[in-house]
């Protein structure tokens, strides 16, 4: 798919919803495996950042990733934390969504699917990148990938971990395994044989953050929601929906989509937008410009596809 610009986008944007289910934060994708790829992308084909070149290919290629992202981790459950602790509020509210993985899964697909289409393209008429075809970079993916040599031990360890993960997750439910048992096992698979260690662990300040807010947040809302109150405002929202009559699992649903779907809307939004603006490539104009008017397009999409879709499924 390297060989033009539009196709190396589609490229990264299938992988990332391909790793999305096992890469449960979409601020660790954008930073940890997307942005590197696409410096160094950009890097060879001479577009560099805070420079004319950026034009090249860089700032279409990271204002594509950073689009899509959003709509990769409302595909799934397990794509983002956020997703986890939406449905762990509205539990709080009565409204449990029964096998959640796969009920997630089946309601945002067509709507995610499609957007995670479109974006490349949309984005190549609105922002479009000058260097069209990139004939030189199918040849130099091979040339690293055979300087990397074959798949290690540990690598082939990481595979199976993350498979295993994602199937304990999507069939959880119906073997009464938590998801939070898989995460742990996968962690300790992972410890046991030495692919990562503790000081790994300890180094990924992001993650224990997120632990401690969520762990925060949860117990908070939990506690509001027992006195009589809401705790944040997905609950209040969700609360509001539940008593003007929309369907609970609806309402659950779409309310949670919506946590990952505004993420591109400004340099601020979110963790992978301060990323992917931090790497120099798009302007501040054009960030809210493009954010602007692909929110108009993503409302118009999941509004439409996913109203139809929803109906189809039963959800109201
Ligand atoms: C999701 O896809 C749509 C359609 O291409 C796009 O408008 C939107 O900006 C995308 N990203 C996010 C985070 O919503």
Not at 219 to 224: D, I, K, T
Not at 240 to 247: R, Y
């Amino acid at each position: 798919m390297g060989r033009s610009t539009l196709g190396l986008s589609y490229g990264l944007t299938i992988s990332e919803a391909l790793i999305a289910p096992a890469m449960p934060s979409t601020t660790a994708r954008a930073g940890g495996v997307f942005l590197p790829i696409i410096q160094s992308l950009s890097l060879s084909a001479g577009s560099k950042p805070g420079h004319p070149s950026a034009k090249k290919l860089g700032s279409y290629l990271v204002q594509s990733q950073f689009q899509s992202a959003g709509n990769s981790s409302a595909l799934f459950l397990t794509a983002a934390a956020q997703n986890l602790l939406c449905l762990k509020l509205a539990e709080e509210l009565g409204v449990i969504v029964s096998s959640p993985w796969v009920t997630w899964f089946k309601a945002a697909s067509l709507p995610a699917i499609a957007c995670l289409l479109a974006t490349p393209l949309v984005l190549y008429k609105l922002y479009p990148p000058e260097t069209k075809d990139t004939p030189d970079a199918p040849a130099m993916a091979a040339k690293k990938l055979e300087h990397m040599g074959p798949v290690t031990r540990y690598e082939w360890v990481m595979v199976g971990t993350m498979l295993l993960a994602v199937s304990l997750w999507v069939f959880g439910d119906a073997l009464g395994i938590a998801s939070v048992v898989t995460a742990m096992t996968g962690l300790s698979i992972l410890l046991l044989l030495g692919v990562l260690d503790w000081d790994d662990c300890l180094s990924e300040k992001s993650a224990w953050d997120t632990l401690a807010w969520f762990a925060v947040l949860v117990g908070m809302a939990g506690q509001l929601t027992n006195l009589g109150h809401v705790g944040a405002l997905y609950s209040a929202f969700l609360a509001m929906q539940l008593a003007a009559g929309v369907p609970g699992v609806l309402a659950a649903l779409a309310l949670a989509y919506n946590t990952n779907l505004f993420g591109a809307l400004t340099h601020y939004s979110s963790g992978q937008a301060a990323v992917y603006f931090g790497a120099g490539y798009v302007d501040l104009p054009d960030v809210f410009k493009v954010g602007f008017i692909m929110a108009v397009i993503n409302t118009i999409i999941w509004g439409v596809v996913g109203a139809f879709w929803w109906k189809f499924l039963g959800l109201y």
